[in-house]
C-alpha cells in the first residue's frame, strides 16, 4: 500500500481575511425598504381642530403694539385700520426702526389660518420676526 504525503496547506482552504459584506448588503435593504413604507405613514395629513391654551400669560412690554386682523379680514395697527401695503411703514413709525421690538398679533377666531399666515408672512417680509400670537388668558381648551 503506498500512500503519498503531501503537504497540507495544499489541501486545505486558504483563509479568507476580508470582510464578507453581503449579510451587510441584504441588512441594509432591508432596513431601506422599512423605510420607505413607514415614511408616508408619518406624513399623514389629518384634520386637526387645535384646542385653546390655559398657559400662564408672558409679561408684556409697557406698550405693545398690537395687529389685529378682524372678521372681515381688515387689518387694525393699534387702534387705526391699515392696508396690507402700509404694515411695514406703519410699524417702522411705531417701533422708530426697531425690528427686534415684539409684535402681538390677535385675530378673531372665525379668521382662517391660511389668513392667519399671511399677515404674519407680512410681518416677516417687513423684517418683524419676534411676533406673539394673542389668546384669551385662562380660556378652557374648547371640546
Same mark, same amino acid.
Given at each position: 500500500m503506498g500512500k503519498s504525503m503531501r503537504d497540507k496547506t495544499g489541501d486545505d482552504l486558504e483563509e479568507n481575511h476580508e470582510i464578507n459584506v453581503t449579510p451587510f448588503i441584504d441588512v441594509m435593504l432591508? *432596513?431601506?425598504?422599512?423605510?420607505?413604507?413607514?415614511?408616508p405613514l408619518s406624513t399623514v395629513d389629518i384634520p386637526v381642530d387645535l384646542p385653546g391654551s390655559n398657559a400662564a400669560p408672558v409679561d408684556r412690554a409697557p406698550e405693545p403694539i398690537y395687529v389685529t386682523v378682524q372678521k372681515d379680514l381688515t387689518l387694525s395697527l393699534a387702534s387705526e385700520a391699515i392696508n396690507?401695503?402700509?404694515?411695514?411703514?406703519?410699524?417702522?413709525? *411705531?417701533t422708530n426702526g426697531d425690528r427686534t421690538q415684539r409684535i402681538y398679533l390677535r385675530a378673531d377666531e372665525t379668521v382662517a389660518y391660511g389668513k392667519l399666515m399671511a399677515v404674519m408672512n407680512l410681518l416677516r417680509a417687513s423684517g418683524y420676526l419676534h411676533v406673539a400670537l394673542v389668546g384669551i388668558e385662562g380660556a378652557p381648551a374648547t371640546p
Open positions: 432591508v *432596513l431601506l425598504i422599512i423605510f420607505m413604507v413607514a415614511a396690507r401695503e402700509n404694515l411695514g411703514a406703519k410699524l417702522d413709525t *411705531l
